[in-house]
């Protein structure tokens, strides 16, 4: 057999934190350097904060620094650093809605999330003020396990594309929770060619009750 032998390359995409309640109180996306966001919850109300750093930890300024994530995040380039969050829901039409709001007034972005009847989310649009998009669309075994993840990223820096990931084999731990996942990846420009296979691997932290 013919072949070249690789080490292990692991990254580290991004990270979340919550409090003690389970509410989300940071998540950082990682790249040439980090996108951290903060989120406080003050009288019912989620203000939201935007902080970039560099490679080196240094906080820096996004008019001055172009943030490039490992994934194809959603760029936070151009949009305002401080804004609120409001969310929307109409349960009968098993549909979510994030309204980001500048300081200012003006509309920052929407992010619409669409859900089946057994409450597995099927799809993911959003759209920001300078219109550029994000959507994902997920599918499912019948066991409720993902077996695609499909997104679809129209940024207006290159040609609209899409990136499939194709899931093979899931771990679970005693509580049921997903903890890693073997899968492949595919692109629009090499359709059906696999540019890549990963494993996915989540740690679970469970507080104390």
């Known amino acids: 057999m013919n072949g070249k032998s690789v080490g292990s390359l692991i990254d580290t995409l991004g990270a979340d934190y919550f409090d003690v309640d389970g509410e989300l109180v940071q998540s950082s996306i990682f790249g040439n350097g980090e996108k951290r966001t903060i989120f406080k919850r003050i009288k019912g109300r989620v203000e939201t904060e935007v902080l970039y750093f560099d490679s080196f930890g240094k906080s820096v300024d996004d008019k001055l ?15 305002c650093p401080n804004y609120s969050e ?7 039409g098993h549909i979510e809605r994030d309204v980001e709001t500048c300081a200012d007034g003006m509309r920052r972005s929407t992010t619409t999330r669409e859900f089946g009847k057994t409450g597995k989310l099927f ?10 998009t994000w959507e994902d669309v997920y599918s499912y075994d019948t066991l409720g396990n993902i077996t695609d993840y499909n997104f679809v990223v129209n ?5 609209k594309y899409w990136h499939l990931i194709n899931y093979v084999d ?9 903890i890693r996942a073997v899968a492949t990846s ?9 540019i890549y296979q990963f494993v996915e691997e989540f740690i679970i932290t469970y507080y104390p009750s």
């Open 65 to 79: 620094f172009i943030f490039v994530a490992r994934t194809d995040e959603p760029t936070e380039n151009g949009l």
């Open 170 to 178: 899931f771990k679970f731990d005693k509580n049921k929770n997903l």
């Open 155 to 159: 940024d207006l820096k290159r040609p």
């Open 186 to 194: 595919s692109n629009s420009t090499r359709p059906g060619q696999m």
């Open 86 to 92: 409001r969310r929307e829901v109409d349960s009968a």
């Open 123 to 132: 799809r993911v649009l959003r759209e920001d003020i300078k219109l550029r």
